[in-house]
């Protein structure tokens, strides 16, 4: 199986401090991989690092594809919601990489736009401004913009989070679904009973890897985050230059 | 009184002035071909909660504008050469901080045009000269020459293509720039293009209303719209159409009024604003206060 992703001895952080050191291992193409932790692990840094946000303090990220063939959700999305935007011009933005700056959204793309929508429920809704939309159902837009991206990789930060069960259970079919078409997806996850369920490859995360592998063989402890609380440290102002090289 | 008179006397009072007098057809040309570019740069400013940010261009480009003036004299030229270094140094400047570094814009921008402002004033009282500022900053729409009245049409033709162009990337950089930066290198291209439209549209305000008040005309009518439209097509219209009454109106005022033109201008914008947000149909205050029972859905 090709990798989809491959980390390189990777540290990522901000300012020098790194929130994950020296992170090595390989993402599967077609992998559903949970990623968890405690605060302050440094997932939603990962997520940063692969997304391309965040340039590698050290190390390096290989990735099979390149940066338009990724989708990302952020984890507290930073969307003004106060612009006066319609559902549909909102979700269409996901067809960046066919539309671009200037190509008009016409039948063909206009037809996709509406199937994401109604993908994630939303149909009767395009023409609401993004302003009037509730929580949940601003998450649903999110995932139709993911959809229309259509990209290999999709990065999900926290999708479930502050949402109802059922707008999650239609959410988590859908990247179930993106699993089923071989997309590699990447998740940062709270629910334990959600990762055992659905989700067959688990990282977990404390500032630096703690186990990664098959979900049943890395939650079968009884308190798998134990290790990982224990290996917390709070950012230190004065902290030495790291000396750990690649193994 | 026949009712031919009758009519021709309010057609007269509204439009005669315009077709009489040449100085008041190009002040009506010149500030509507204004409005055409720095209304949408206005509307965008709002929506990038930068309403405040055009006043800090306004005092960066002053300093530009006062060694043009030192230099040349009352030359338009030369002021607006002046004042488009000083304001494109300061956005760009400011803009680049803020994508790179912590600060916010609002505070990137308050600090670099406080620094252009005091070498400007720097200036000024070191030559010592007795400058008429009044011109620089408040603007001789009345006096625009064909020269100055070809320059507004320019900037505006310039400013209405680099919008239509930047226009999708500058939506989403607004709403969602984490995503724009996931998926495209678009945003900072749009995020300097813009702050370069406002700086010119200022400069081209200046000539028109001054520096103080160029401001006023784009910002005004942008909020004044905020009350009339939904999103983010109607909202440019909205504003459009209250720019441009604005200047019709205003023109109108200060020629049967004899105030000066600019700042009649900028009242009536304001007036209008202040209607909008009583009488808008969108969310305009008149509304809240009526006896409303709450619908079905």
Redesign the interface.
């Known amino acids: 199986m090709s990798s989809a992703i491959t980390f390189d001895n990777v540290t990522l952080g901000y300012e020098r401090h790194p929130a994950i050191h020296h992170l090595s291992g390989t993402v599967d193409a077609g992998d559903l991989l949970a990623v968890i932790g405690p605060n302050g692990a440094g997932k939603s840094t990962l997520l940063k690092g692969l ?3 965040l340039r590698p303090l050290e190390g390096r990220i290989a990735m099979a594809g390149g ?2 063939d ?1 989708a ?1 959700l ?1 984890q507290r ?4 919601r106060a ?4 559902l549909f ?2 979700v269409a ?1 996901g067809g ?2 066919r ?4 190509r008009r959204i016409a039948g063909g793309e206009r037809a996709r736009i509406a199937a994401a929508i109604d993908a994630v429920g939303l149909t009767g809704f395009e023409g609401r ?1 993004i302003a009037t939309l509730s929580g949940g159902q601003m998450q649903r837009a999110l995932f139709a ?1 993911l959809l229309l ?1 259509d990209a290999p990789l999709m990065l999900l930060d926290e999708p479930f989070t502050a949402i109802d069960e059922a707008t999650a259970k239609d959410l988590m079919a859908m990247v179930l679904r993106w699993h089923g078409e071989g997309r590699t997806v990447v998740a940062v996850l709270h629910d334990m009973d959600l990762v055992r369920a659905h989700f067959p490859r688990t990282l977990v995360l404390a500032r630096e890897q703690v186990a990664w592998g098959p979900t049943a063989k890395i939650l079968a402890s009884p308190d798998p985050m134990a290790a990982a609380r224990k290996m917390m440290e709070a950012w230190d102002e004065h902290a030495a230059i790291c000396g750990r090289r690649a193994a | 009184m026949t009712a031919a008179d009758f009519l021709h006397a309010p057609a007269e009072f509204l439009f005669g002035p315009f077709g009489e007098f040449a100085f008041m057809k190009r002040a009506l040309v010149g500030s509507l071909a204004l409005c055409l570019g720095a209304v949408p740069v206005g509307v965008f400013l709002m929506l990038r909660r930068m309403s405040l940010i055009g006043d800090t261009m306004a005092h960066a480009i002053l300093p530009g504008v006062a060694v043009g003036y030192l230099m040349s004299g009352l030359s338009l030229t030369a002021m607006s050469i002046g004042g488009l270094a000083t304001g494109l140094a300061v956005a760009l400047l400011a803009g680049l901080v803020t994508r790179t570094t912590v600060i916010r814009e609002d505070a990137s921008f308050a600090a670099f045009h406080l620094i252009a402002l005091s070498i400007g004033v720097v200036i000024v009282s070191v030559r010592g000269s007795n400058i008429d500022l009044l011109h620089v900053l408040f603007g001789t729409v009345l006096a625009l020459d064909n020269g100055a009245v070809a320059f507004l049409a320019s900037v505006a033709t310039v400013t209405m293509a680099a919008l239509a162009l930047l226009y999708r990337p500058l939506v989403i950089e607004c709403i969602d720039p984490i995503f724009l930066r996931t998926v495209s290198r678009a945003g900072g291209l749009a995020h300097i293009g813009f702050l370069m439209l406002l700086v010119l549209n200022m400069v081209a305000g200046f000539h028109a209303l001054g520096t103080l008040l160029a401001i006023g005309i784009m910002i005004l009518p942008a909020v004044g719209a905020r009350f009339w439209a939904h999103d983010i097509t109607g909202l440019l219209l909205a504003a459009l159409m209250i720019g441009a009454l604005s200047c019709w109106l205003g023109l109108l005022a200060s020629f049967h009024l004899d105030l000066p033109s600019g700042p009649a201008i900028v009242l009536v914008a304001g007036g209008l604003y202040l209607a909008s947000m009583l009488l808008g149909a969108n969310g305009g205050l008149a509304w809240r206060l009526l006896p409303a029972r709450h619908l079905e859905a």
């Open positions: 997304a391309g946000l940066r338009r990724i990302y952020p999305s930073q969307v003004d612009f006066p935007l319609s011009d909102f933005m960046w990489r539309t671009g700056w200037l401004v913009r991206q």
